[in-house]
């Protein structure tokens, strides 16, 4: 298994500014994704964090609004940009050893924007 | 596209009642399927799996579920709840050999003393 952490765990946000997440692992792992779980809603997959290379994002998400980095195989981050009220969510880091295996989820960041 | 189906949003029940909360997916191809649990404040925490072999799959805390292929379902199951698993339970699922995996909705659990 894997332990995350994610940083910071909650924050609020003026509407235009930026805020960016940190997702630490414990341990190597072959692969990072960050979802979004929106206020009594599942859990939505922004995009693959790739190590060395551009993520890869789902329908719906950009890289200008949702500009991701892995810099190594335990870090990665996310940020959110030029925020409005309608990102306020909570943001979470899973990580998992290979293609298809379970995902390790941190505690996630509860942003609110203002 | 894959989807992930939860039909009871709510549950509400007594301690030592007996539970199943039922997940259907879509997807015709081989796939790995996952229940996670989410205490109240605690993050996401994966309960048990289905990669293959035998169907019928023991998680922690007393948590089984069943691979039915040709319903297509993942239905969890608990002889008897306790107060202590008050929770969000989501299904997930992923098609073998891809990294991308798809929730259900959530089921929101209260058990009673």
């Known amino acids: 298994s894997a332990v995350i952490s994610q940083k910071p765990s909650r924050d609020i946000c003026q509407r235009g500014t930026s805020l960016t997440i940190q997702c630490q692992v414990d341990?190597?792992?072959?692969?990072m994704f960050w979802y979004r779980q929106q206020p009594g809603q599942s859990l939505t997959l922004i995009a693959t964090?790739?190590?060395?290379?551009?993520?890869?994002?789902e329908s719906g998400f950009v890289i200008d609004k949702f500009p991701i980095s892995r810099p190594n195989l335990t870090f990665s981050t996310l940020t959110v940009s030029n925020m409005s009220p309608e990102d306020s969510s909570i943001y979470l880091c899973?990580?998992?050893?290979?293609?298809?295996?379970?995902?390790?989820f941190g505690p996630g960041t509860r942003l609110t924007v203002t | 596209a894959q989807s992930v189906s939860q039909h009871n949003h709510h549950v509400i029940l007594s301690e030592a009642a007996s539970l199943e909360l039922g997940c259907n997916y879509s997807?015709?191809?081989?796939?790995?399927l996952f229940w996670y649990v989410q205490y109240p404040g605690q993050h996401l925490q994966l309960l048990l799996k289905?990669?293959?072999?035998?169907?019928l799959v023991k998680g922690i805390k007393g948590f089984e579920a069943e691979f039915i292929k040709s319903k297509f379902s993942f239905n969890l199951r608990k002889p008897s709840v306790q107060w202590s698993d008050t929770a969000e339970y989501f299904c997930?699922?992923?098609?073998?050999?891809?990294?991308?995996?798809?929730f259900g909705t959530g089921t929101r659990l209260q058990v009673f003393p």
């Open positions: 341990s190597q792992v072959t692969m």
């Open positions: 997807y015709g191809g081989t796939v790995n």
């Open positions: 964090a790739n190590q060395g290379s551009e993520a890869t994002y």
């Open positions: 899973s990580a998992s050893t290979g293609v298809g295996y379970e995902q390790y």
């Open positions: 997930a699922v992923n098609a073998r050999n891809t990294d991308k995996l798809i």
């Open positions: 289905y990669f293959s072999g035998d169907p």
